[in-house]
């Protein structure tokens, strides 16, 4: 098996191969995609590309957004939920990690969302987005826009909203990077590009947005992979 890359998002082949980012892996606790495989195969071409080293982000806590309204739980239920699954994705990739040689295992690290979201740049990206979000209707279309991507239920007004925070949560990682000891991890593989990802290429280039783009105070290239186990 290898990694097939369809598109290249703010980078390029050249850029990937010269091992210029240090390379982080999104699981999304939905994404039936993540297969054990499948994780392994992520973690094997982001080992033999990334710059230093390879952060897995398992995105737990937010997924109880997904459960609150998908699946009408509370919210301590949801975040209950999102939690216990969390862990049980975070036991099974360490699995996989112990599989591998000791040199490499050394230089792969999961964490959980909780393990990212207090981290100053990104709860100051994440404030500048919300009061974005508040205030710019076409800002909050673009962002109501992404949940109902490829949505085959139908929600009301409210429900798209706490969808959106879904979106709201992940936006500063994807356009900051993501940050753990110091470093910043700036590319990101991921089986599939949406509306998500070309909000993140326009708000990195300043295009729709370019008064947001500046309160980011964006200091280095991120980029995003569509990448697909072939």
């Given at each position: 098996?290898?990694?097939?890359?369809?598109?290249?998002?703010n980078?390029?082949?050249?850029e990937?191969e010269s091992?210029?980012?240090?390379i982080?892996?999104?699981?999304s606790?939905g994404?039936?995609?993540?297969?054990?495989?499948?994780?392994?195969?992520?973690?094997?071409?982001a080992?033999?590309?990334?710059?230093?080293?390879?952060?897995?982000?398992?995105?737990?806590?937010?997924?109880?957004?997904?459960?609150?309204?998908?699946?009408?739980y509370?919210?301590?239920?949801?975040?209950?939920v999102?939690?216990?699954?969390?862990?049980?994705?975070?036991?099974?990739?360490?699995?996989?990690?112990?599989?591998?040689?000791?040199?490499?295992?050394?230089?792969?690290?999961?964490?959980?969302?909780n393990?990212?979201?207090?981290?100053?740049?990104?709860?100051?990206?994440?404030?500048?987005?919300?009061?974005?979000?508040?205030?710019?209707?076409?800002?909050?279309?673009?962002?109501?826009?992404?949940?109902?991507?490829?949505?085959?239920?139908?929600?009301?007004?409210?429900?798209?909203?706490?969808?959106?925070?879904?979106?709201?949560?992940?936006?500063?990682?994807?356009?900051?990077?993501?940050?753990?000891?110091?470093?910043?991890?700036?590319?990101?593989?991921?089986?599939?590009l949406?509306?998500?990802?070309?909000?993140?290429?326009?708000?990195?280039?300043?295009k729709?947005?370019p008064?947001?783009?500046?309160?980011?105070?964006i200091?280095?290239?991120?980029?995003?992979?569509?990448?697909?186990?072939?």
């Amino acid at each position: 098996m290898f990694m097939k890359i369809v598109n290249y998002l703010n980078t390029d082949k050249k850029e990937v191969e010269s091992k210029k980012f240090n390379i982080w892996i999104g699981i999304s606790l939905g994404n039936k995609y993540f297969t054990k495989q499948n994780i392994k195969e992520y973690i094997l071409w982001a080992l033999e590309n990334t710059k230093e080293n390879v952060v897995i982000l398992i995105a737990d806590k937010i997924h109880a957004i997904n459960y609150e309204v998908r699946n009408k739980y509370t919210k301590k239920r949801s975040l209950s939920v999102a939690l216990k699954k969390g862990k049980e994705i975070k036991q099974s990739i360490a699995k996989i990690i112990r599989q591998l040689p000791q040199e490499q295992q050394q230089k792969v690290h999961i964490l959980l969302w909780n393990d990212i979201e207090n981290d100053l740049e990104y709860k100051s990206a994440k404030k500048a987005i919300l009061t974005e979000f508040k205030t710019n209707p076409i800002f909050y279309k673009k962002i109501i826009d992404i949940p109902k991507e490829n949505m085959i239920f139908k929600f009301n007004k409210k429900e798209f909203e706490i969808l959106s925070s879904y979106v709201l949560n992940e936006l500063p990682i994807f356009i900051k990077g993501l940050k753990y000891k110091k470093v910043i991890y700036d590319l990101i593989p991921y089986p599939g590009l949406g509306k998500i990802d070309a909000l993140t290429l326009d708000l990195l280039q300043g295009k729709t947005f370019p008064e947001l783009t500046k309160k980011l105070k964006i200091k280095h290239k991120t980029a995003i992979l569509e990448a697909y186990v072939d």
